[in-house]
């Protein structure tokens, strides 16, 4: 039997994770477009509405299906717009340890969405799923992501050397690929300790346990 992730919503204060609908395609195809995604992600560009499409209605729910990880869609709650996306993937069950990835729409930047959405997620997995490790890779030009992992609680694990292949804009405003590094970050049950707690003193959000 195959080991899955429950099919489930996570709230914040001012967050909803939940599963991709179709409601969310069109915003989610102006999300992946940015320039930021598109230099620091592996997703097709352009984006295409038959790319967001085969996401929402099969690579999504198939990801939870297969038990290689869970994608949850990151919703303002006040508006009901789509905001980001965090994913686990390459999960190990036995080890009990899974990758995260999130994304940022950049509607939403600046409003530390990233981090109270991953750290939501990362509490769920820690408490209720019993996991003992996450693990994220960020580019290492890609200052905003390692500031979300540090924020989290990650700590520092090192350098995959040239491990990864980013895009960079070209002066006739195409794309052309650039090898880089993947700094690796860990994070553990006990590295959680406080992080919430020191949020909410700095005038931040401070709970993340509404699960369903």
Excluded at 47 to 68: C, F, K, M, N
Aim: contains cysteine; negative net charge.
């Amino acid at each position: 039997m195959v080991s899955t992730f429950p099919n489930i919503s996570i709230s914040t204060e001012r967050l909803v994770l939940r599963p991709f609908e179709p409601a969310d395609i069109p915003a989610h195809i102006e999300m992946m477009n940015d320039e930021m995604v598109t230099a620091w992600t592996s997703v097709p560009h352009p984006y295409t509405r038959e790319d967001a499409e085969r996401w929402v209605g099969s690579i999504a729910p198939a990801e939870r299906l297969q038990g290689h990880g869970i994608a949850f869609a990151v919703i303002e709650f006040l508006t009901q717009r789509l905001v980001g996306v965090v994913r686990l993937r390459r999960t190990n069950w036995h080890a009990l340890a899974t990758e995260a990835a999130y994304v940022t729409a950049p509607w939403a930047r600046g409003e530390g969405y990233a981090t109270e959405s991953a750290l939501a997620v990362a509490q769920w997995l820690f408490r209720d799923q019993k996991f003992e490790r996450i693990e994220v890779r960020t580019p290492a030009d890609n200052t905003a992501s390692q500031q979300v992992a540090q924020k989290i609680g990650c700590i520092s694990e090192g350098v995959l050397r040239n491990a990864w292949i980013a895009r960079t804009q070209t002066e006739d405003g195409g794309w052309t690929d650039i090898r880089t590094d993947l700094l690796v970050w860990s994070l553990l049950p006990e590295d959680l300790e406080g992080i919430a707690e020191q949020m909410a003193d700095a005038g931040g959000y401070a709970s993340f346990t509404d699960w369903n």
